[in-house]
């Protein structure tokens, strides 16, 4: 495996607890009103520094989602996951963001 580049932010911004990889940028957050199974989620337009895992279907609160898990490059720890696909129309406009999982030990703010 090559040594991994990963894209500096420069602003207020959420990274990685455990190895400091900036993630994404404050202003790109869309909703603060996400949950997941640790607690809070935000959902975001862009996110930088991640990988990405296999394509599933999941069952969530608002129905069923195509996603799939990010993951930091820095250290490999998950962070959140990506909206592939939308089973239900009311719920596309999810497709092709993200979401940071707020409150476990994966992501933090700083300025």
Known sequence: MGRVFAIDLDGSMYICKHCKTHLALLEDIVSKSFHCRHGKAYLFNKVVNVSVGEQEDRMMMTG???VVDIFCVGCGSIVGWKYEAAHEESQEYKVGKYILERYT??????S
């Open 105 to 110: 030990h994966f992501v933090k703010s700083i």
């Open 64 to 66: 069923m989602h195509t």
